[in-house]
């Protein structure tokens, strides 16, 4: 009887069919996973996606092209240890504060983007809350004749030296942008970030890591990547004295916290605040709740596969455990509906900092963005109240030491 219904179902089915059924699901859900296991260079790839780059054809040694005149394109050579002799190439940008375009258009040959630019925010009410505090317009303005007199005209052989002259103008701020996985320093979303920080006066740096763009094509790891934005952060910090924030994004959150611990822990110069837009705790969460993985999550070799080998090859970004190492004030922002990093987890990284860090230390910020506004993982920046909470943010902090 039994075997007179199995002989049906098999003629209903087909053996051929059932036998390559089974073998797809062996090999989506068991050989994958393994390979994944075996495979570093799997693990960073997924992680670090440095494959997949837009906007196409981009020039990234050509900011104006993408509406950010005043911007520098430069190269820092990173030494991963003293016998590094080749090193590690990585590309910047060092995008100028408007007060200083607006003093400085004619030397610069921005005039007509600069002004263009100043009428379309007029037009569409884009003017962000202007500050008198934490801006220099007063020095800008005492050093503009020497510095007028010193540069008539920008040339590629005096851009570095101008640009380096700005960064010092005291009085001044700079804002340190670490970008996530993905793509490179002058994609959309990020240049709307430095566009808007840049309306604040501020001084941005933007780069991409290793194996991103046309920085050297070297395979990113987490002490890789972390030391990369080091270097940018001690090339800033050898040239000014003033106040340096550091802004992670996505996967750049993890990057700024174990950077900022890393600084803390040698006793270094930190920066002065630490904002993170849509952040995780750590990879292991991440990676779980992340759509790539949602297959594969309830798989009971799941942990085996997936998570642990990730932790084990030190890809690991424990943002709630750097969080505790380090004293500088912290500004989350999260969006509900951000379905690469879910808002839950930015909230957990909050909790685990409320939780674990000393009272003396500076505060930690966290605030909600409602889903219905559409923000997601990306567009945070362009939430009216924005701009006010980093001017609040970096006021309160500029000058305060912890
Ligand atoms: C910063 O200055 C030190 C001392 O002059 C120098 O050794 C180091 O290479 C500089 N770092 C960068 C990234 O320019």
Redesign the pocket.
Known sequence: MLFARRRHFFKRIGLPCLIIGLLLFVSFFVILPLIFRCSVTLQRGILFLTFITYPKGLDLTNPASIGLYATRNFY?TVKDHDEDETGVRIGVWHVLPKNAVRRFKRELHVEQAYDEDEASRTANDLTPVSSSIGDNNEELQQLAPSLRAEFPVIVPENEQLFYERLLRVPGGTVVLYLHGNTATRGSGHRSEVYKLLRQLNYHVFSFDYRGYADSDAVAPTEEGVVRDAM??F??IA?VTSNPIFIWGHSLGTGVAAHMVAKLSSMKERGPRGVILESPFTNIRDEIRLHPFSRPFRHLPWYDFTISRPMYDNRLRFESDKHVREFPQPIMIVHAEDDVVVPFHLGYKLYRAALDKRSRSWGPVEFHRFDRAHGYGHKYLCRAPEMPTLVQNFVENYRNAIY
């Open positions: 820092i270097m940018v001690e090339y050898n």
